[in-house]
T-cell receptor
Framework: NAGVTQTPKFQVLKTGQSMTLQCAQDMNHNSMYWYRQDPGMGLRLIYYSASEGTTDKGEVPNGYNVSRLNKREFSLRLESAAPSQTSVYFC??????????????FGEGSRLTVL | QKEVEQNSGPLSVPEGAIASLNCTYSDRGSQSFFWYRQYSGKSPELIMFIYSNGDKEDGRFTAQLNKASQYVSLLIRDSQPSDSATYLCPIGGSQGNLIFGKGTKLSVKP
């Protein structure tokens, strides 16, 4: 039972390079999310997708783009990486789509370093 | 904007003691409350959720919710060194997401 799978787990980029973080879930969840976690800052929402074909900005969307490729997959793209984007990125999925929230199931995380 | 406040700790308790973790939240209309545990270098994992005022028990864990005072707490009885982790208390957001505070680091000393 894979749950939420993220790739890659580790990545080092140079400033200005681009990359895509991939995420897939096998729980048939409608909602998917990308969070970043920085020391002393907690988990902050970057983008989310309430259903296939829809995406919306979260708290910290600048410098990122997302694609909800299908119900299973939700990718996060950094077009021109900056050192401020050095972080651990978590993909999550949930059955909940309405206000109030529900349990989030997290992937293992992707640790990104931008030099 | 909804916010969650937690004491970042570290909170240190001896093995076998009760660990008490607390959170306050800004939005009186919040309806769903969660406790997650996150080991160093790992992803958050759900401990329990609570929707109604009062206590909810699951094994050694008890979540307490007081909506009037806008706080939620987690008690861990008979704390074990394996309970050493960062504890997160997110609340439900407007789009099915969860809103997180900074987390409280718990250290249980043998």
């Amino acid at each position: 039972n894979a749950g939420v799978t993220q790739t890659p787990k580790f990545q080092v980029l140079k400033t200005g390079q681009s990359m895509t973080l991939q995420c897939a879930q096998d729980m048939n969840h409608n909602s998917m999310y990308w969070y970043r976690q920085d020391p002393g800052m907690g988990l902050r929402l970057i983008y989310y997708s309430a259903s296939e074909g829809t995406t919306d900005k979260g708290e910290v969307p600048n410098g990122y783009n997302v694609s909800r490729l299908n119900k299973r997959e939700f990718s996060l793209r950094l077009e021109s990486a900056a050192p401020s984007q050095t972080s651990v990125y978590f993909c999550a999925s949930s059955e909940a789509t309405r206000a109030g929230g529900g349990e989030l199931f997290f992937g293992e995380g992707s640790r990104l370093t931008v030099l | 904007q909804k916010e969650v406040e937690q004491n970042s700790g570290p909170l240190s308790v001896p093995e076998g003691a009760i660990a008490s973790l607390n959170c306050t939240y800004s939005d009186r209309g919040s309806q769903s409350f969660f406790w997650y545990r996150q080991y160093s270098g790992k992803s958050p994992e759900l401990i329990m959720f609570i929707y109604s005022n009062g206590d909810k028990e699951d094994g050694r864990f008890t979540a307490q919710l007081n909506k009037a005072s806008q706080y939620v707490s987690l008690l861990i009885r008979d704390s074990q060194p394996s309970d050493s982790a960062t504890y997160l208390c997110p609340i439900g957001g407007s789009q099915g997401n969860l809103i997180f505070g900074k987390g409280t680091k718990l250290s249980v000393k043998p």
